[in-house]
């Protein structure tokens, strides 16, 4: 069932959006050769908490992390850990925060140091990818016109698309209705309707779509181990209008022209 939103809920849920927006500001301070993922981790949770906000992911179904952490073949939900950034590594951090009691859901994907051209240009495509899918969300059209066009924007370019993890509706949880795959027909799925807050979050494979769960139960890696990229923005419609709630802004001032 899609819970949908007032306005005034939605201008809480962009009070959560913009403070987790903030967060990606200090996230992308600390990304750098030779830093750990947990160090970045504890940067988040202490900006988060110290704004009044709650880390929503921590602790969830016993997830150990502010963020999910994806160093290269890593797709989704890998833990913060002593691991050090090494040069030529991409890594997604996927964050969700809660404040007043509505949730915001985010994902960049950073190079860090000088990244393969093959990697960057994944790197590239998924994040415009995020875009095409977010132009495709519109008041009236449905949920897989988004699918579809981030689909058919990745594949045109010869990358995959993961299936098996998709955008969701987001609000008091995290993750609620409806599923929003990055994969899908034109025409198809709900409508999208005014009080809609949707995470919009494709996640694009170098190599095969295929993916594995290892043993900790949690991370998510490519099986042929080639990397993948994630890029997310939590997205609500008021008035017949698409507003993108989150914003990469922060994350441009802190990386100049390293900003994807
Ligand atoms: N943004 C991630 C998702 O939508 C958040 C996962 S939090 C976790 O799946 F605790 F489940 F890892
Ligand atoms: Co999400």
């Not at 005034?8 to 403070?19: D, H, V």
């Not at 890593?74 to 090494?86: K, N």
């Amino acid at each position: 069932m899609i819970f949908l939103k007032t306005p005034q809920e939605i201008e809480k849920i962009q009070e959560a959006a913009t403070l987790l927006s903030q967060t990606f500001g200090v996230i992308a301070e600390c990304v750098a050769p030779g830093v750990t993922t947990r160090s970045i981790d504890n940067a988040a949770r202490e900006f988060i908490q110290s704004h009044g906000a709650i880390p929503s992911c921590l602790g969830y179904g016993g997830f150990p992390g502010t963020c999910c952490m994806e160093v290269n073949e890593v797709v989704v939900h890998g833990f913060p850990s002593s691991y050090a950034l090494r040069d030529g590594d991409i890594i997604g951090v996927d964050c969700v925060l809660e404040l007043n009691g509505w949730n915001a859901d985010m994902c960049y994907t950073f190079p860090v140091g000088n990244v393969a051209p093959e990697v960057m240009e994944l790197c590239q495509t998924t994040r415009r990818s995020l875009d095409i899918g977010i132009e495709a969300c519109r008041a009236g059209h449905r949920l897989g016109d988004i699918s579809n066009a981030i689909q058919t924007y990745c594949e045109r370019r010869g990358y995959s698309v993961v299936r098996e993890m998709c955008g969701h509706g987001i609000g008091k949880k995290m993750h609620e209705d409806p599923e929003v795959p990055n994969y899908g027909r034109r025409g198809t799925g709900a409508v999208i309707r005014n009080g809609m807050v949707i995470a919009i979050e494709p996640m694009i494979n170098l190599g095969s779509r295929n993916i594995v769960i290892e043993r900790d139960g949690w991370t998510c890696r490519t099986r042929d181990r080639k990397p993948s990229a994630h890029y997310e923005h939590t997205v609500a419609i008021v008035d017949g209008e698409t507003r993108v709630l989150t914003t990469f802004d922060y994350i441009a001032d802190a990386l100049g022209d390293r900003f994807i």
